[in-house]
């Protein structure tokens, strides 16, 4: 049973240019206990996706749909009820702790607040709480960095802070926005790691927003590849990378290093993605995509359809055959490439 539903999310920002449809028709579900990755280029609608989830936009956005959490639907829910749901029921590990923690603040002080806010304890056992949770996320000393400052921590023990507070309070899903991101290689893989253990412990609900697919690869259980502001593939993470149906997919997956391309140059997708105040008509890849029909250029736009005999659906107007031939060509030779 899944635990956050999201149907036909619209997410429009009004700008002084004209209102910009950041996220247009999101469709997506994710149960307890799994781990689900959202890919895609920068500016595609992954973070605007998230933060509508999270009741954190700005007054100029506008958000429509339907966000279920639960027995909660968040969409509409007033300000002060879903201040309450943040940390308790959903929590968010954004893009730059240094960006998000309070600089002038301790780290226990921090860690305190956020726990006394939601549960009823004294000081002394929200700060026996904060010192299990720096602990759990493998911070050594953890009594000692209650009294630190953010700035004095490495970009990878402010991460683990991060994730400390997002999950003192053990909420249902957790969504991390590019938790590995500015970390170096040693750093990145104990962050996942850490996010697998604390998956298979807390049986949380993750959302994994990235635009690395090794990462991917590593730890999600599903995944939706999101190009202008629409999912256009979601699969199993297997299938994925082993029949990949979407044009932009194949775009993604060739642009990675694998055994099978040493000595090879990367592969680049043509042209940048378009703008989200005017998108193209129809399949808005297809002024990338080299195998553009007429019909993608026209209304209507392609929609999520299941691919017969697997658990992918994609949203192309290329015929099965032609998927299956030209997928198997940029099939990832390792997922954890």
Known sequence: MALLTVENLRTTFRTDDGPVCAVDGVSLSVAAGQVLGIVGESGCGKSAMSLSIMGLLPTSATVEGSIQLGEHQLVGMPKNELRTLRGSEVAMIFQDPMASLNPVMTIGWQLEEAVRLHQKVSRREARTLAVAGLAAVGIPSPEDRLKTYPHELSGGMRQRVMIAMALLNRPRLLIADEPTTALDVTTQAQILALMRDLRSEVDAAIVLITHDLGVVAEVCDEVAVMYAGRIVERAPVDELFARPQHPYTWGLLASLPGRNRAGE?????????????????GCRFAPRCAMAMDVCRADPAPVLAAVAGSDTVVACHLDAATRAREGARFASDEESA
């Open 265 to 281: 140059r990367l592969h680049q997708i043509a042209g940048s993605p378009p703008s989200l105040m005017n998108p193209p008509v």
